[in-house]
């Protein structure tokens, strides 16, 4: 057994985490669990040694232990180097930690290819980041985890990025290699049901400090925090659509919640009317022969795993991508071939959330540049005053304030940014918002809060969704009907 007791992690004067003592003991997985900003991701460098050194610390392993520690980190294509096959990589990671020779240590990597059931393994030892799938990918960050041997595995939100079957399948083997090799564990996520699974014992935490802690079932089924209680409440129910989800203010506030159903959709006409889509990349077909329809006031969710072509879609909707075949109409009229000034305009009536509204917003403007650029593009509002009202309008509606609008977006939290996001998409007055996993990287806390959000803005100005996600639960809380893509 080895105890890591963190005493603080200090940024200047601010104390980011506070007495925190993480226990491991061999076979055993342990979570942590805790919204952005909790402290799970430092309490996790603080071990390895790895923290930045604008940061102060004050921690170390109990009696002197110094056991041998691996990471598996959130997104594979960024922590593997792009210029370098991934076998090669694996097997740089047994010469270093356990000092074996080029031919031993690829003997050994090769090994932990087939382990960690990566398809073809002789053949993928030999491929670039690039060439594999996002869950090969993360097949490849375990093997080299794993090829090092050892004491203590750090999965850090290992499947974030994943589909909800590769998702599952990458947690299983983690769980499966940990436990046959006798390994401790720390898994570090935001995924209730996923620690539920897999963790053995379970540490709450929120703004660095410890808010509760025990085995799983326990704080899970009988949690004694509000903060914990708030958490587990903040996932969509199965089966029921309730008006509003209940977030973690609402339990630490102790405000009443609103559990009533929320009532079906009025539907108008036909909005969105895609006919026998088609769409191949190098001769391999991606979408086929597709048809649906969007309704004015319907959410339509659409569910795939990771190339299934729900991206692809969305992007033919909007003119990024060209189908090979079939018709899209908008309001009864062809668009899938549009170019100048109709193109431009559909633009307005069709607007995109994506899924990572760091990368989406530039970082040289303000915040409330970004949402007033659209505005001016499209020619809206008489004059810069008026469009200044309209942009201060719009971040009171997704909870800023006007003086918010100064900002530059590295000056928010990952939930705030996707709201500018948000903001921004609704600048225009677009009658179909397509939200491309625009909640897949958040918090359950702040995902139930976003979503409150897009429902309360489509109930106030009447526009249709195309919801895109792998999170089933969260689809069919949102959605008015279902698309299935396989």
Same mark, same amino acid.
């Given at each position: 057994?080895?105890?890591?007791?963190?005493?603080?992690?200090?940024?200047?004067?601010?104390?980011?985490?506070?007495?925190?003592?993480?226990?491991? #003991?061999?076979?055993?997985?342990?979570?942590?669990?805790?919204?952005?900003?909790?402290?799970?991701?430092?309490? /996790?460098?603080?071990?390895?040694?790895?923290?930045?050194?604008?940061?102060?610390?004050?921690?170390?392993?109990?009696? $002197?232990?110094?056991?041998?520690?691996?990471?598996?980190?959130?997104?594979?294509?960024?922590?593997?180097?792009?210029?370098?096959?991934?076998?090669?990589?694996?097997?740089? /990671? /047994?010469?270093?930690?356990? !000092?074996?020779?080029? #031919?031993?240590?690829?003997?050994?990597?090769?090994?932990?290819?087939?382990?960690?059931?990566?398809?073809?393994?002789?053949?993928?030892?030999? #491929?670039?980041?690039?060439?594999?799938?996002?869950?090969?990918?993360?097949?490849?960050?375990?093997?080299?985890?794993?090829?090092?041997?050892?004491?203590?595995?750090?999965?850090?939100?290992?499947? *974030?990025?994943?589909?909800?079957?590769?998702?599952?399948?990458?947690?299983?083997?983690?769980?499966?290699?940990?436990?046959?090799?006798?390994?401790?564990?720390?898994?570090?996520?935001?995924?209730?049901? +996923?620690?539920?699974?897999?963790?053995?014992?379970?540490?709450?935490?929120?703004? $660095?400090?410890?808010?509760?802690?025990?085995?799983?079932?326990?704080?899970?089924?009988?949690? *004694?925090?509000?903060? *914990?209680?708030?958490?587990?409440?903040?996932?969509?129910?199965?089966?029921?659509?309730?008006?509003?989800?209940? *977030?973690?203010?609402?339990?630490?506030?102790?405000?009443?919640?609103?559990?009533?159903?929320?009532?079906?959709?009025?539907?108008?006409?036909?909005?969105?009317?895609?006919?026998?889509?088609?769409?191949?990349?190098?001769?391999?077909?991606?979408?086929?022969?597709?048809?649906?329809?969007?309704?004015? !006031?319907?959410?339509?969710?659409?569910? !795939?795993?990771?190339?299934?072509?729900? %991206?692809?879609?969305?992007?033919?909707?909007?003119?990024?991508?060209?189908?090979?075949?079939?018709?899209?109409?908008?309001?009864?009229?062809?668009?899938?071939?549009?170019?100048?000034?109709?193109?431009?305009?559909?633009?307005?009536?069709?607007?995109?959330?994506?899924?990572?509204?760091? /990368?989406? &917003?530039?970082?040289?403007?303000?915040?409330?540049?970004?949402?007033? +650029?659209?505005?001016?593009?499209?020619?809206?509002?008489?004059?810069?005053?008026?469009?200044?009202?309209?942009?201060?309008?719009?971040?009171?509606?997704?909870?800023?304030?006007?003086?918010?609008? %100064?900002?530059?977006?590295?000056?928010?939290?990952?939930?705030?940014?996707?709201?500018?996001?948000?903001?921004?998409?609704?600048?225009?007055?677009?009658?179909?918002?397509?939200?491309?996993?625009?909640?897949?990287?958040?918090?359950?806390?702040?995902?139930?809060?976003?979503?409150?959000?897009?429902?309360?803005?489509?109930?106030?100005?009447?526009?249709?969704?195309?919801?895109?996600?792998?999170? +089933?639960?969260?689809?069919?809380?949102?959605?008015?009907?279902?698309?299935? &893509?396989?």
């Amino acid at each position: 057994m080895a105890e890591f007791h963190i005493q603080s992690i200090h940024a200047g004067e601010q104390l980011l985490v506070n007495d925190i003592r993480l226990s491991f #003991k061999q076979g055993e997985c342990l979570a942590l669990v805790g919204e952005s900003g909790s402290g799970k991701s430092l309490s /996790a460098l603080a071990m390895m040694n790895l923290l930045p050194n604008s940061l102060t610390s004050k921690a170390a392993f109990a009696h $002197g232990e110094q056991p041998r520690i691996a990471m598996v980190f959130q997104e594979p294509m960024s922590a593997l180097n792009p210029s370098m096959r991934v076998g090669r990589q694996v097997a740089e /990671a /047994a010469e270093a930690s356990l !000092g074996l020779s080029r #031919k031993a240590a690829n003997e050994k990597a090769l090994i932990w290819f087939k382990h960690t059931q990566i398809a073809d393994p002789e053949q993928s030892f030999k #491929k670039y980041p690039h060439q594999m799938s996002g869950g090969q990918r993360q097949r490849v960050m375990i093997a080299m985890a794993m090829v090092m041997d050892p004491d203590i595995v750090i999965a850090d939100e290992p499947t *974030t990025a994943l589909d909800a079957s590769v998702a599952a399948d990458i947690l299983s083997l983690i769980r499966q290699l940990q436990k046959q090799e006798g390994m401790a564990m720390l898994l570090i996520s935001h995924d209730l049901s +996923e620690v539920s699974r897999v963790a053995d014992r379970v540490m709450v935490m929120r703004q $660095g400090q410890l808010m509760e802690s025990g085995p799983t079932q326990q704080v899970l089924n009988h949690p *004694t925090s509000p903060y *914990t209680q708030g958490l587990i409440a903040s996932r969509p129910p199965e089966g029921r659509r309730p008006k509003r989800l209940p *977030t973690v203010e609402d339990f630490m506030q102790n405000r009443p919640v609103d559990d009533s159903e929320r009532p079906a959709s009025q539907l108008g006409p036909v909005l969105l009317e895609i006919r026998h889509l088609s769409k191949s990349y190098a001769g391999q077909s991606v979408v086929k022969d597709l048809s649906l329809v969007i309704h004015e !006031g319907e959410t339509l969710g659409l569910v !795939g795993a990771s190339g299934s072509g729900k %991206s692809t879609i969305a992007k033919c909707l909007v003119n990024l991508v060209q189908p090979d075949a079939g018709e899209i109409r908008y309001r009864g009229e062809r668009i899938d071939q549009l170019h100048g000034a109709k193109r431009k305009a559909l633009a307005r009536d069709i607007q995109y959330i994506f899924q990572d509204p760091f /990368a989406s &917003l530039s970082p040289r403007m303000t915040i409330g540049d970004a949402i007033t +650029e659209p505005m001016v593009v499209h020619g809206l509002h008489s004059d810069s005053v008026d469009r200044k009202q309209a942009m201060e309008d719009l971040l009171k509606s997704v909870g800023f304030e006007a003086a918010d609008a %100064s900002k530059y977006p590295h000056e928010f939290s990952g939930g705030q940014r996707q709201r500018i996001g948000i903001a921004r998409a609704l600048a225009v007055e677009p009658k179909l918002v397509i939200c491309d996993e625009s909640v897949a990287a958040l918090d359950v806390s702040i995902q139930a809060q976003v979503l409150n959000l897009l429902n309360d803005l489509k109930e106030r100005h009447g526009f249709s969704y195309l919801f895109i996600s792998h999170d +089933e639960l969260v689809v069919d809380y949102m959605s008015d009907a279902v698309l299935v &893509l396989d």
